[in-house]
């Protein structure tokens, strides 16, 4: 991390002074970068957004100053959650056009897949169970977008891979049949999908859970938070806990 950043995040935030260099934490996806930083007050977690993120884009800085504000506001109704920092009602830091997000440090770890209980899976679902009956009120953020693909799209799809011989492709047309079946009946549902929406975190998986020294969950990345279906998410929660 660049050191003349590190001290201008630290003396923004009043973090107090680095204690050596920042190290690098790996677990981040997207580009993005993670590392702890030891002050004189405590340690913290600074992302390091990835370069590709267009930080001149108003819509971009207003999304992730919105996920921010969306995280704390749960916390604040007891989602165990972690939200970025603030100076004046900002949480993005952006040094020569790099962005920065800085966390509280949490003593934690993710879970490979094969280390998913029986008793994890039902803590997610408890969790997802309270983000969905506190129904947060955010105007800000638009109904659900929804893809739309016609049977005729799907058909040249698999004719195409078939084309250039993908190795899925021959499955794809033996079970073309039941593809299109199944997309016919997604597209018959869409308006119950839409009619009932709550503002969630949106990528509930394993990288996005951190597990404390007792076993219990800590919500972090919000940067997915959108409103959603909330049988859409339990379905989709479940696939992923399973």
């Known amino acids: 991390m660049n050191p003349n950043h590190l001290k201008f995040i630290c003396t923004e935030l009043q973090l107090g002074s680095p204690e050596g260099v920042a190290a690098r934490v790996y677990g981040s996806r997207g580009g993005s970068l993670m590392w702890r930083v030891n002050t004189e007050k405590g340690i913290y977690a600074i992302k390091q957004l990835a370069p ?9 800085i207003t999304k992730y100053e919105l996920s921010e504000k969306i995280a704390y506001r749960f916390t604040q109704q007891g989602i165990p959650a972690v ?21 509280p440090w949490v003593e934690g770890h993710s879970l490979g897949r094969n ?13 997802i169970a309270k983000l969905h009956s506190i129904n947060l009120s955010v105007p800000e953020i638009k109904a659900p977008h929804v893809d739309i ?8 799809a698999i004719d195409r891979a078939l084309s ?20 016919e009946s997604y597209l018959s549902v869409i308006p119950l999908l839409l009619e009932d929406t709550v503002v969630t975190h949106g990528d509930l998986d394993q990288l996005n859970i951190l597990w404390d020294k007792a076993d219990q969950p800590i919500i972090i990345d919000w940067e997915s938070v959108r409103k959603l279906n909330p049988t859409r998410e339990i379905v989709r929660a479940s696939l992923g806990w399973c």
């Open 52 to 60: 590709v993120i267009d930080l001149k884009s108003e819509r971009i």
């Open 83 to 103: 939200s970025a920092l603030e100076k004046s009602g900002k949480h993005l830091i952006i040094i020569d056009n790099t962005g920065y997000l800085v966390y």
């Open 115 to 127: 280390e998913i209980s029986e008793a994890h899976a039902l803590k997610i679902a408890e969790i």
């Open 149 to 156: 693909h016609t049977g005729d799209r799907i058909v040249e």
């Open 164 to 183: 250039f011989k993908c190795p899925c492709a021959k499955a794809l047309k033996e079970n073309q049949n039941l593809i299109l079946s199944m997309n």
